[in-house]
């Protein structure tokens, strides 16, 4: 069982950059595929990057590619996920999920997820 927590979302600014971290109990992350989703309101929640498993290369959605980046600290168990350059497009709720399988864009093969965390981009 892997236990999720979400940190770092909030409210900027158009063209500001957040940092969320997702923070796993359990286990380790080392043999976890790690994703970020986000959904925003009346929209279907969405694949954002992820981080492969066992030191794999990540990947990302065309929408955010070049101005997120997604990175593991495995001693300290912790993905993060840098955004900059952010957009009132990015508002949704983001949230963290861990895989098994070496890459997947699908939510559904993700096993677990984290409560996730509000990021407001204003105009």
């Known amino acids: 069982q892997v236990q999720l927590v979400e940190s770092g979302g909030g409210l900027v600014q158009a063209g500001d950059s957040l940092r969320l971290s997702c923070a796993a109990s359990?286990?380790?992350?080392?043999?976890?595929?790690v994703g970020w989703f986000r959904q925003a309101p009346g929209k279907e929640r969405e694949f954002v990057a992820a981080s492969r498993r066992s030191g794999g290369s990540p990947y990302y959605a065309d929408y955010v590619k070049g101005r997120f980046t997604i990175s593991r600290d495995n001693a300290k168990n912790t993905v993060s996920l840098q955004m900059n350059s952010l957009k009132p497009e990015d508002t949704a709720v983001y949230y963290c999920?861990?895989?098994?399988?070496?890459?997947?864009?699908?939510?559904?093969?993700?096993?677990?997820w984290g409560q996730g965390t509000q990021v407001t981009v204003s105009s």
């Open positions: 999920s861990a895989s098994t399988s070496w890459s997947s864009r699908s939510q559904n093969a993700y096993e677990y």
């Open positions: 359990g286990r380790t992350f080392y043999g976890y595929t």
